[in-house]
Nanobody, 124 residues
Framework: QVQLVESGGGLVQAGGSLRLSCAAS????????VGWFRQAPGKEREFVAG????????SYANFVKGRFTTSRDNAKNTGYLQMNSLKPEDTAVYYC?????????????????WGQGTQVTVSS
């Protein structure tokens, strides 16, 4: 069993920054990829960013490239999503998820454990 707990969400003005954390229980977290997803009201959940098990490779959705950065600290069993230059359209519930493999997947089906989500609200 793996439990994921996100934190760091909140209310921020457009142009501001937030850093989300994803703290995992379980010793095997460092062997798996991590994905970040978001879901805005009335919309489907969508892929935001992914990172492989070592942190050496990352991937981003086009709409966050150059603004968001994902990283991880396996010694702390924690993943991160640094969000800069936030826009009102970034408002959503953000989720981290543990991949079933060593890398990330764009599809939700590639993940076997999910966090509870953290709300990010960007005001204009």
């Amino acid at each position: 069993q793996v439990q994921l707990v996100e934190s760091g969400g909140g209310l921020v003005q457009a142009g501001g920054s937030l850093r989300l954390s994803c703290a995992a229980s379980g010793r095997t977290f460092g062997s798996y990829g991590v994905g970040w997803f978001r879901q805005a009201p009335g919309k489907e959940r969508e892929f935001v960013a992914g990172i492989n098990w070592t942190g050496s490779r990352t991937s981003y959705a086009n709409f966050v490239k150059g603004r968001f950065t994902t990283s991880r600290d396996n010694a702390k069993n924690t993943g991160y999503l640094q969000m800069n230059s936030l826009k009102p359209e970034d408002t959503a519930v953000y989720y981290c998820a543990k991949s079933s493999g060593s890398s990330w997947y764009v599809s939700e089906h590639g993940y076997d454990y999910w966090g509870q989500g953290t709300q990010v609200t960007v005001s204009s």
